[in-house]
């Protein structure tokens, strides 16, 4: 990798510098129909639900009768799904879920979680400014996340944030969810755009493994839940802070990835 300000970019064949200048994509895309998506996973990257999430797996362990669990144990999980959070709760209190446990537990998280959805979650520090960066550049912007569309609505509706996004996708709104690119690429499609001008930005492997699947540039968030060495080696490019991400870290990665 090699640093620019605070933005890590993963080493390619050829690097941004190392080609003769051309047209920037906003220059291109202005005699052009194209329309560029940047679109973002939910859970990590664009808000910080673990603290809700946190309470509603308490709230589960407390029924019957175990001790509460941290916030700091389902942070690195909070991004994985309910079931994954809830696993790794009980077997942490030393009572691993049975199958038919699991079930009814799962239904008690879930009806807790959408009645305090976002009690304490809140967008990442930044990003709402980086996205209407994004927007000014004529981006559009699109949500692709492993959470069911319904409460993917429903926590950005309570947040103020919805109407920012061209689509919202959860892990049902497709046959098959990522990593699968079927996910990424159905995302991409209902914002109206296309492959070769969208750019994934995330913070797990699940991530950046359905950007490679689609052939679509990635962008980790380094802090999100889980940005692992897979992750890392992934991506196209990690960032710090929301400060670093612009419509020329997004142009310069969608052209990169056109050449590699």
Not at 27 to 52: K, M
Not at 60 to 75: D, I, K, Y
């Amino acid at each position: 990798m090699f640093r620019k300000t605070g933005v890590r970019l993963v080493s390619r064949p050829q690097s941004l510098t190392s080609r003769p200048a051309v047209p920037t994509r906003s220059h291109q895309r202005e005699n052009s129909r194209s329309v560029p998506v940047a679109v973002f996973d939910l859970d990590g990257t664009l808000v910080d639900t673990a603290p809700d999430l946190w309470a509603s797996l308490n709230h589960c362990l407390v029924e019957v009768g175990l001790p509460p669990t941290t916030l700091e144990l389902v942070r690195p999980h909070a991004g994985h799904g309910a079931k994954v959070m809830l696993q790794h709760a009980y077997t942490h209190a030393g009572h691993p879920l049975s199958e038919q446990e699991a079930d009814g537990q799962l239904a008690r998280f879930l009806a807790y979680y959408e009645a305090h959805i976002a009690d304490a979650s809140a967008p990442f520090p930044g990003v709402v400014e980086a996205m209407e960066r994004l927007r000014s550049a004529g981006y559009r912007l699109a949500v692709c996340t492993n959470k069911t569309e319904r409460l993917s609505r429903l926590l950005l509706d309570t947040l103020g944030l919805s109407d920012r996004f061209a689509a919202i996708c959860g892990a049902d709104t497709f046959a098959r969810r990522k990593p699968d690119p079927v996910h990424l690429l159905g995302t991409i499609e209902r914002a109206g755009a296309a492959r070769e001008e969208a750019i994934m930005i995330g913070d797990t492997a699940t991530d950046t493994d359905a950007a490679v699947a689609a052939r679509v540039p990635s962008i980790l968030v380094d802090f999100g839940y889980a940005p692992d060495e897979r992750a890392r080696r992934t991506a196209d490019a990690v960032i710090e802070t929301y400060d670093d991400l612009d419509a020329d870290l997004c142009d310069r990665l969608i052209e990169r990835h056109g050449r590699d």
